[in-house]
């Protein structure tokens, strides 16, 4: 028996919570309830009235700037960027901010600064290669678009990989073994070369991203370290994230205006990032995120694990073990985000 249980579908003492919830209210009479239902209308109507986002991009191979708004969600924002340069919505790769170059620290995931800049990176020559899995991990890290496109992140110093020259951070996994990766979420990816045999022969099919004279991502050593942050054309110095608010990509498909994470949000995110890579080979802030979000008002792993459970989190088949060590990651954050205001 699992050490915990999952969590049942809503039953009917929700629905009796909501209903005397409801009955508890009787007392509103109509004024009330029609001045709440105005209230509300006029916050529509105010948020209606709020100017759009505008975000500025350019192709990081070199391009006139566009200008893009409209967009709820990673997949729209690609359709966005496609129509404004006359472009195939499969020619994108993925985004960076405030940098043209192929570099993995300044990459667009689960959320926008809004006063960010958005580089986006075509697709290049497409290489196919044959590796022979001589050890138990191959030494990369993978992640995603967030439109069905999942690319190396990430190679671990002298690994299977990092010994393969013509494979580079940036590079989106195509095929493997002549089956079409496309679609799939970076997770499915990694599950699949991670369950390859060792000493068996498989291989990818990886097409680069356009990299023009300029915009190499610099000595090998540097892109294998994740890139250089140095930033690049003519918007250098700026950080992901730099204004005090962000645009967040939900998980149901709709963005939202938010703070900056605060201190202790920002080093659960990236703890639980890091135990990502560790345990699944893959980097996503967005779903980091979401971790948290579903662990910070938690006081204990069991009510943790049932929040994992019971939200689309559970398609990851997460273990009682992996989900501990996350619980660990959060409460962690928490203390060491208490201590230093303590101080």
């Known amino acids: 028996m699992p050490l915990f249980a999952r969590k049942s579908s809503k039953n009917s003492s929700d629905h009796s919570d909501i209903s005397q919830d409801s009955k508890g209210r009787t007392s509103l009479n109509s004024s009330m309830l029609q001045n709440n239902n105005s209230n509300h209308q006029n916050n529509n109507n105010d948020l209606d009235k709020k100017p759009p986002l505008i ?24 359709k966005k960027i496609a129509e404004c340069f006359d472009i195939s919505e499969d020619d994108i790769l993925f985004c960076t901010l405030n940098s043209h170059k192929v ?67 940036g590079d989106h996994i195509e095929k493997l073994n002549g089956l079409n990766m496309v679609g799939k979420r970076h997770y499915e990816v990694a599950r699949m070369l991670k369950d390859i045999a ?9 097409i680069e991203p356009v990299r023009s004279g300029f915009q190499g991502i610099g000595p090998r050593s ?30 149901n498909g709709n963005a939202q205006i938010e703070p900056k994470f605060d201190e202790a949000t920002t080093a659960g995110v990236e703890a639980i990032n890091n135990l990502l890579e560790s345990f699944m080979g893959i980097n996503d802030t967005e779903l980091a995120s979401q971790i948290w979000e579903l662990g910070d008002k938690k006081s204990n792993s069991m009510d943790f694990a049932e929040a994992i459970d019971s939200s689309d989190l559970e398609s990851f088949g997460f273990t009682d073990d992996f989900i501990i060590e996350l619980w660990g990651a959060i409460t962690d954050a928490r203390r060491k985000s208490k201590s230093k205001q303590g101080s």
């Open 103 to 169: 570099d993995m620290t300044r990459l667009l995931g689960g959320q926008i600064g809004l006063d960010d800049f958005i580089f986006a990176h075509r697709k290049g020559r497409a290489k196919e290669i044959e590796i022979v899995k001589t050890q138990d991990a191959l030494g990369l890290t993978i992640t995603d678009n967030g439109a069905g496109y999942a690319f190396i992140k990430r190679i671990k110093e002298d690994s299977i990989i990092d010994r393969i020259e013509h494979i580079s951070v």
């Open 55 to 78: 975000f500025h991009c350019q192709l990081a191979h070199g391009s006139p700037t566009g200008l893009i708004t409209g967009f709820a969600s990673v997949r729209e924002l690609y």
């Open 198 to 206: 060792t000493g068996e022969t498989f291989t990818l099919r990886l």
């Open 222 to 251: 540097q892109s294998r370290a994740s890139a250089s942050a140095s930033g690049g054309a003519g918007i250098a110095g700026r950080n992901y994230g730099s204004g005090k608010e962000t645009l967040r990509f939900k998980a």
